[in-house]
């Protein structure tokens, strides 16, 4: 198989390949995954390489119960597992102690490991299938930004992986929220899918530590392998250039009225940050393949809710 081809709808097939150690793109609602068997070094490895992963970035085990969740932790805090209630199946990743089932490749060596149950229904069906939880960073290149759609993954890639279980778009559009309680304390690690405020209403205050990386990590590395460029992203109160043809616009939820509305996208024509976060990653996507674009100019969306973590992988992307 190749290409396009790869992309199927066959639990049962998805299934057989990962129990043959093979690697297997899943959808989940935040982003679609590179999955591998968490149980197993030698498929993990072959997830590190297709990603072009530096060993130091440890993965996220995705599983389908908390009794799954228990077989391979240590303790699970009831602090985190309060959370856990709330919102799995869902775009939330709980760092938890890890016991010697969890081989060191997966977590690069530390103590604890991700972990989440993602909501599509398709994936939990694999997830389900299977007698061990799945390893998967999302399913991109290192340093590239995170595929929404099973056309994303095939395209970037497609020759390194053996199938593609589709289960229609990322819905959420940004990574999990990733969450820590360490000496009484909760830490978010990673603004992602579920708001800070959400969490914040079922635990009280917590500690905003956004230190653990999200793609597009790397300055001026939008561009993807199937049409390499360096697109530049600088953010609107940041540009001091002069309009030209080459440069195109990523706005929350209002065109500029002087500039041509085809050098310009929308996230959201709604002003809602749901929305704008489904549609980030795609957008970013669409003007990186315009061949004639050289230069994204974005505008921060409102720093509440969602939009920490939409604002949180616009900085990235224009990190220098
Ligand atoms: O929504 C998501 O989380 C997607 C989908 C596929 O589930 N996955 C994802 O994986 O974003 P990835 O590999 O791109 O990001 C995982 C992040 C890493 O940046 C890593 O730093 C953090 O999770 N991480 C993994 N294990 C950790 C640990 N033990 N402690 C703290 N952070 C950890
Ligand atoms: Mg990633």
Not at 110 to 137: D, N, Q, Y
Request: hydrophobic residues 40%.
């Amino acid at each position: 198989m190749k290409g396009i081809d790869k992309i199927g709808t066959d639990v049962a097939f998805a299934a057989q390949l990962l129990e043959e150690d093979g690697i297997v793109a899943i959808a989940t609602e935040t982003v679609y995954g590179l999955a591998a068997n968490a149980y197993s070094e030698s498929s993990v490895m072959k997830v590190f390489e297709a990603k072009q992963r530096p060993s130091f970035d440890p993965l996220i085990v995705h599983t389908h119960s908390i009794e799954q969740v228990e077989s391979f932790t240590s303790e699970f805090p009831a602090e985190l597992k309060k959370l856990a209630n709330a919102f799995w199946p869902g775009p939330l990743t709980l760092i938890l102690p890890k016991n010697n089932k969890i081989p060191n490749i997966v977590t690069s060596g530390l103590k604890t490991v991700a972990v989440r149950i993602p909501r599509k229904t398709r994936t939990l069906e694999l997830l389900k299938k299977l007698p061990f939880p799945l390893a998967a960073p999302s399913a991109n290149p290192f340093g590239y930004i995170s595929p929404t759609t099973a056309q994303h993954v095939i395209k970037q890639l497609g020759d390194k992986i053996d199938y593609v279980l589709e289960d229609g778009d990322a819905e959420v559009g940004l990574e999990s929220t990733i969450v820590g309680y360490e000496d009484g304390q909760y830490i978010v690690y990673r603004a992602g899918g579920i708001s800070i405020e959400e969490i914040e209403a079922i635990v009280g205050p917590v500690l905003l530590k956004n230190h653990s990386s999200s793609n597009p990590k790397a300055p001026g590395m939008l561009a993807s392998h199937y049409a390499p460029k360096d697109v530049r992203v600088v953010h609107a109160e940041e540009f001091d250039g002069e309009d030209d043809e080459s440069i195109y616009y990523l706005r929350f939820d209002k065109k500029l009225k002087n500039i041509p509305g085809h050098r310009q996208v929308i996230l959201s024509k709604s002003s809602d940050l749901t929305v704008a976060a489904r549609n980030l990653f795609a957008s970013l996507r669409q003007l990186d393949e315009i061949p004639s674009c050289k230069t994204i100019v974005i505008e921060y969306v409102p720093n509440k809710g969602l939009g920490k973590a939409i604002n949180d992988r616009l900085k990235r992307a224009s990190a220098h």
